[in-house]
């Protein structure tokens, strides 16, 4: 309610902290008054004060050796924490961006992470990583710069050095709300379960409800695998599992998105082919199916391979232009590749040995007058071309 309401009236004292101060009170001045007490911080956490030491220096602390059988033992579990951090460092700075319409560079706030984590560590720290929930409470509280976060590890020493005794006392049923707070009103997007019931929603039952918002059934396959794995498991595999989720989905909807038009010279002399869309392992198979045989060697002898509307992301895609420009030649054809991308010639560059021998084109040298215009587009049922 603290946090409801007290921005209504002003907002130069953060909500949060006030809630913190009411819980407080609550707490010890009328609960535990009436015999009822709930935890409190102290109860959950042991606070204690005292400036951080070196972790070589602390004796209670039995400090492995630096050996191999030590990096066995303790490689996974780095690597997962590693991988949870980071992620979640990333998607906080991304929601961040989006609240303030900054930029953040997030090379800089991996490196930074990576930095802090190691000092802390020294003094016998934990690791840390950007949480979004707090950090939309700073940010409620108009922390819009990094020299908020740099305030928030800063208080956090101070009260563990110098403060301890009274935020020990604080009921950690304020912390709850606080954070319930945080996710109903400012972390869930509400409207996005709609969008997920609309998805799964035949289009005349959302015509009848007049619901006429609707996201692909794949992202919100994305979305309950992520939530899901969440749950059960833990952020790591959840978000590795959205990954991979994604990535097949990208790659069965690319391996459909190859169009090729074919361009016959008025004089019938020479033919030019504008490939359009992603060529790589997902692709590759369907785009050399376009172009059989004994279809393409009714073409004339000069075949033009316009790559302008096309990019090449590996070596899948790589090869199957090669193999594709050997077929015409094969069957006596001229070809030659026109206008590549950026992309496309940076990965090509890594393999030029294999171009060797391969005529390369600029566009002012494609005599483009009086072409007609034959779309063909490659799918899982239209394996050959439509000439």
Not at 92 to 115: C, E, F, M, P, W
Not at 332 to 346: C, M, N, T, Y
Not at 349 to 369: H, N, P, R, Y
Request: with cysteine; aromatic share 10%; charged share 15%.
């Amino acid at each position: 309610l603290t946090c409801l309401l007290l921005p209504k009236a002003t907002k130069k004292i953060p909500s949060t902290f006030v809630a913190l101060i009411v819980g407080a009170i609550g707490e010890w001045a009328i609960a535990r008054q009436i015999g009822y007490a709930s935890p409190v911080l102290n109860e959950y956490a042991d606070i204690t004060s005292g400036l951080p030491t070196f972790i070589w220096s602390d004796h209670n602390l039995n400090i492995p050796i630096l050996s191999w059988d030590t990096f066995e033992k303790t490689y996974l579990s780095g690597i997962a924490v590693f991988g949870v951090g980071i992620m979640e460092s990333l998607l906080t700075t991304q929601v961040l961006n989006d609240r303030i319409g900054n930029r953040s560079i997030k090379n800089r706030v991996a490196v930074s992470q990576g930095i802090g984590n190691l000092v802390a560590s020294i003094f016998g720290g934990m690791g840390g990583a950007g949480m979004i929930s707090q950090s939309i409470v700073a940010n409620n509280a108009y922390g819009i710069t990094g020299l908020s976060t740099f305030l928030s590890g800063a208080t956090v020493a101070t009260i563990m050095v110098a403060a301890y005794p009274i935020v020990k006392f604080i009921p950690l049923a304020s912390f709850t709300g606080i954070m319930f707070y945080i996710c109903f009103c400012n972390l869930i997007e509400w409207s996005s379960m709609l969008n997920g019931v609309a998805a799964v929603l035949p289009e005349s039952v959302r015509d009848v409800i007049q619901l006429d918002y609707k996201i692909p059934r794949t992202d919100v396959l994305v979305m309950f695998c992520v939530t899901t794995f969440i749950l059960v498991l833990d952020l790591t595999i959840a978000v590795l599992t959205g990954v991979l989720v994604s990535v097949f989905i990208y790659a069965w909807d690319s391996s459909n998105s190859v169009v090729v038009d074919r361009e016959l010279s008025e004089d019938g002399m020479n033919v030019t082919y504008n490939i359009y869309g992603p060529l790589f392992f997902a692709t590759a198979q369907s785009f050399l199916d376009t172009f059989p045989a004994e279809v393409i060697k009714h073409d004339p002898e000069d075949v033009i391979l316009l790559l302008e509307g096309a990019q090449i992301f590996d070596s899948s895609g790589m090869v199957a232009l090669k193999k594709l420009h050997d077929r015409f030649e094969a069957l006596g054809k001229v070809a030659a590749l026109s206008s590549l991308s950026p992309i496309s010639r940076r990965v090509m560059e890594k393999s030029a040995s294999m171009w060797e021998g391969v005529s390369f084109l600029e566009v002012e040298e494609i005599d483009e007058s009086e072409m007609e215009s034959i779309p063909i587009n490659i799918g899982p049922h239209n394996t050959t071309p439509d000439i």
